[in-house]
C-alpha cells in the first residue's frame, strides 16, 4: 500500500524553525517528483516547494516567492523520506502542511499525498 506520513508540525514562534518529515512506504522516492503543499484557514491550497524528477539539483527545485529563501526541500532516499526545512518562520507561514510524490517526475500531478501536519507560527 503506497502511503506518505507527514510529521513535524507543532506549535513555533516568528522567527524561528521546524523540520518536516515525510516518510513514503509503499514505494520509494527514487526518480519521483515531490512537493510540499500548505492550506491557511480559509485559504486555497498553495504548492511551497517541489523537486522535479530524481536529480535535487537547484535547476529542479521550485519554491514559492514566499518562502525563496527561508525553506529548503530536500530529500534522503536512504532513509526514504523528504522534508522541508523552515527557517525565520512567519505568522503568514500558518497552514497545514502536506507532502506529495509524483512517479512521473514531472510535478504536473501528484497522485500520492500524505495526510496534513499543523504548523501553527504565533506573532
Known amino acids: 500500500e503506497v502511503q506518505l506520513q507527514a510529521s513535524g508540525g507543532g506549535l513555533v514562534q516568528a522567527g524561528g524553525s521546524l523540520r518536516l518529515s515525510c516518510t513514503a512506504s509503499?514505494?520509494?522516492?527514487?526518480?519521483?517528483?515531490i512537493g510540499w503543499f500548505r492550506q491557511a484557514p480559509g485559504k486555497e491550497r498553495e504548492g511551497v516547494s517541489c523537486?522535479?524528477?530524481?536529480?535535487?539539483?537547484?535547476?529542479?527545485?521550485e519554491y514559492a516567492s514566499s518562502v525563496k529563501g527561508r525553506f529548503t526541500i530536500f530529500r534522503d532516499e536512504a532513509e526514504n523520506t523528504m522534508y522541508l526545512q523552515m527557517n525565520s518562520l512567519r505568522s503568514e507561514d500558518t497552514a497545514v502542511y502536506y507532502c506529495?510524490?509524483?512517479?512521473?517526475?514531472?510535478?504536473?500531478?501528484?497522485?500520492?499525498w500524505g495526510e496534513g501536519t499543523l504548523v501553527t507560527v504565533s506573532s
Open positions: 506529495a510524490a509524483d512517479p512521473t517526475g514531472l510535478s504536473n500531478e501528484y497522485p500520492y
Open positions: 523537486i522535479s524528477g530524481s536529480d535535487d539539483s537547484d535547476d529542479n527545485t
Open positions: 509503499g514505494f520509494t522516492f527514487d526518480g519521483y517528483a
